[in-house]
């Protein structure tokens, strides 16, 4: 398994305080059956993996040009990040790339680790508050 830009990742982990033990416990094998696998039913048929016990990450499946596209815009983003430590964006915490064979006849699997945007805190809330969900598509085709 490959993480894209380790360091940058390291530190947008470290300013939305996502540790290690969180980040090993999503990928460790012997927490496999603490772990929610969904596939979309939706038109892409991403993957998702997120803890049963509703914890903060979620591992979802990106296509390979889904991986170049974030690949060419991560400097803009760290330094939106920076810039904007409030923002409401859901953080990506990691891009991968794991190779399932050792031939280049078999695709290697993409993956971004991010924060579970659902992972609310409804007492952080005031009743006036309004909470709007939207799913970003990359894609206008058939949509």
């Known amino acids: 398994m490959i993480e894209l830009a380790p360091q940058l990742f390291k530190n947008i ?9 969180m980040i090993r416990k999503i990928f460790c094998m012997a927490h496999i059956e603490e772990l929610d696998i969904k596939i979309s039913t939706g038109k892409g048929g991403a993957f998702f993996i997120e803890p049963l016990d509703g914890g903060r990450l979620m591992i979802k499946s990106i296509t390979k040009p889904e991986f170049e596209i974030i690949q060419s815009f991560l400097p803009d983003y ?3 990040l920076l810039m904007n430590p409030n923002t409401c964006l859901s953080p990506i915490l990691g891009i991968f790339k794991l190779k399932t064979a050792e ?29 709007l969900l939207f799913d970003l598509k990359g ?3 058939g949509r």
């Open 13 to 21: 982990r470290k300013l939305n305080k996502v540790d290690d033990i």
């Open 78 to 80: 760290y330094a939106y």
């Open 103 to 131: 031939s280049d006849s078999v695709p290697p699997i993409c993956f971004m680790l991010m924060r579970n945007v659902l992972d609310l805190d409804p007492t952080k809330l005031n009743p006036e508050d309004k909470v």
């Open 139 to 141: 894609s206008v085709q």
